[in-house]
């Protein structure tokens, strides 16, 4: 399937596409863990859902085609996997998203989704069961509504 079909998601995620600002997936996988924070408009074109972002309603929705195309396409789960990784690393470096609120919530709630939609339930609940470690290990600080969020993300 072509990326002209597939849609702008797809050809981002294989590696053969920009976003909205003209970054590739790797542009932004090599940034700092800073740039991650205080960047608020790459979530959505590294970790894709089929609905509407509150937070960037201008970023692109999958498609039905998208889909199907990211998740046969070994370029593009390969990049999920890649940025799963990479946000991973974020969180282990950096404290200050374990508090009662913080922003970092809703992203990871994003994450778990869009890998349990594109890459698959085992991949969605191993982040998730990452991220719960982080917080139990910071004392369990982020908010009961935040981790019911991340629960039914996961599937569960």
């Known amino acids: 399937m072509s ?6 998601l797809y050809a981002y995620l294989a590696g053969r596409g920009r976003d909205s600002r003209g970054r590739s997936a790797a542009d ?5 863990d800073q740039q991650l924070e205080d960047t608020h408009d790459y979530i959505q074109w590294l970790f894709p859902l089929a609905i509407r972002s509150g937070a960037q309603p201008d970023a692109p929705v999958l498609t039905p085609a998208e889909i199907q195309a990211i998740r046969s396409d070994p370029r ?10 990479r946000m ?13 609120q913080d922003h970092n919530h809703l992203r990871i709630t994003r994450i778990i989704r869009s890998l349990n939609l594109l890459v698959g339930l085992e991949t969605a609940r191993r982040f998730h069961a990452d991220i719960l470690a982080l917080h139990e290990a910071a004392g369990a600080p982020v908010n009961a509504r935040s981790l019911r969020f991340w629960l039914e993300a996961a599937g569960s």
């Open 3 to 8: 990326e002209a079909i597939a849609g702008p």
């Open 28 to 32: 932004v996988l090599g940034w700092t």
């Open 76 to 85: 593009a789960t390969g990049t999920l996997e890649q940025a799963t990784d």
């Open 88 to 100: 991973l690393q974020f969180y282990r470096n950096t404290p200050w998203w374990l508090t009662w």
